[in-house]
């Protein structure tokens, strides 16, 4: 988990890079830019809110053959190992940006590199490098006096509300490439900043093996519950699922099991799905980890609870307390109307 309260930003170096494709160039500052109060607190809002408000998954940088031959990780390294270097390599990770901005579709926009000390990660203050881009332009209106009267100016520039690209590289774990977290708002060009420039791979830490498997765990439950069983208990399926990651801080897959899965003919079922479909969530070989609490709050966010009915009635279950849905909704079949029912009890209507 990340803090970015106290971060500070010793040093930050603007370039452009243009589209290469395009014949477009790239300008490279001759020097840092001198920072004040009012542009350094609109630049840390600007580059910081998206990591605040986005889920953390961390990335690492890679490479197919070793990470030493990683583009990016050489040049990251020689800035924390030297912090003064840093503009003088900031204009290496604009140029490296440029080689790969090559696809019609990037657009053109200006590069920061920051320099960045005082985050807290998992509750350690680290050092990190800040590298964002900002791409789309936005009219905006401005106001000119003369004698006689207000006029009204166009001009364009950045909306520093949304942050079109951005990554974070901790200063920690560099054997495995660094932790990175990015961000990409713009969806037209996902491989351009991933993997062309960063070069980075998923990192397999607890977070993301909570997240995926919980997203494992969602679609045995859609392919596999759903059609054995029925709606609901797919939903109470997922409801077990959850509680059981929020009441635990380790993972055994084993105790998992039988904890959650109620029905003793879906644990072979279980178990072949996690050898068909474990590798697309990077859990082949996943059966023991710490639990991310956090990782556990985002998934419940995202999973439905609802039962939706073909006579416009819906059942919300309740994820807080599994045993009520269990305990208080009856499924049936009624022989004259030929159609199913839930049967719903209740002591008296909770006023909204």
Same mark, same amino acid.
């Given at each position: 988990m990340i803090n970015l309260y106290a971060t500070q930003i010793e040093s930050i170096s603007l370039h452009r890079?243009?589209?290469?494709?395009?014949?477009?160039?790239? #300008? $490279?500052?001759?020097e840092s830019f001198s920072l004040n109060d009012e542009t350094t607190g609109l630049l840390k809002e600007y580059f910081f809110k998206p990591f605040r408000e986005k889920e953390e998954n961390y990335f690492k940088l890679a490479h197919e053959i070793d990470v030493e031959f990683n583009e990016?990780?050489?040049?990251?390294?020689? =800035?924390?190992?030297?912090?003064?270097s840093c503009h003088l390599n900031s204009k290496k990770i604009a140029t490296h940006l440029f080689e790969?901005?090559? +696809?019609? +579709?990037?657009?053109?926009?200006?590069?920061?590199?920051?320099?960045?000390?005082?985050l807290l990660l998992d509750n350690t203050k680290v050092d990190a490098i800040g590298i964002f881009k900002s791409e789309l332009k936005h009219d #905006?209106?401005?106001?000119?006096?003369?004698?006689?009267?207000?006029? =009204?100016?166009?001009?364009?520039?950045?909306?520093?509300?949304? $942050?079109?690209?951005?990554?974070?590289?901790?200063?920690?774990?560099?054997?495995?490439?660094?932790?990175?977290?990015?961000?990409?708002?713009?969806?037209?060009?996902?491989?351009?900043?991933?993997?062309?420039f960063l070069g980075a791979a998923p990192l397999s830490d607890d977070n993301f093996k909570t997240k995926n498997y919980l997203k494992f765990c969602q679609n045995f439950a859609k392919d596999v519950v759903l059609p054995a069983e029925d709606k609901q208990q797919e939903v109470l399926f997922m409801n077990r699922a959850v509680n059981h990651f929020a009441k635990n801080d380790s993972f055994e897959e084993n105790e998992f099991l039988t904890d959650v899965i109620e029905n003793p003919e879906l644990i072979p079922e279980f178990k072949h799905y996690k050898v068909e479909k474990g590798p697309k969530y990077s859990i082949e070989d996943v059966s023991n980890f710490d639990i991310a609490n956090k990782a556990v709050s985002d998934a419940r966010k995202k999973i439905k609870n609802v039962i939706n009915l073909d006579t416009n009635i819906q059942i919300k279950m309740?994820?807080?307390?599994?045993?009520?849905?269990?305990?208080?909704?009856?499924?049936?079949?009624?022989?004259e109307r030929q159609m199913y029912y839930y049967l719903v009890y209740f002591n008296k209507e909770q006023k909204s």
């Open positions: 890079v243009g589209n290469k494709n395009k014949g477009e160039g790239v #300008f $490279l500052s001759a990016l990780y050489k040049i990251v390294a020689d =800035i924390f190992n030297e912090p003064s790969q901005s090559n +696809h019609p +579709h990037i657009k053109s926009g200006e590069v920061y590199v920051a320099y960045l000390t005082g #905006f209106l401005q106001f000119e006096e003369d004698e006689s009267n207000l006029n =009204i100016v166009i001009q364009q520039g950045i909306n520093i509300n949304k $942050l079109d690209k951005g990554c974070l590289i901790f200063n920690a774990e560099k054997e495995e490439g660094y932790k990175v977290l990015s961000v990409d708002s713009n969806r037209y060009d996902a491989k351009y900043w991933i993997e062309n309740d994820f807080i307390n599994p045993d009520s849905a269990e305990k208080f909704v009856e499924k049936g079949w009624d022989e």
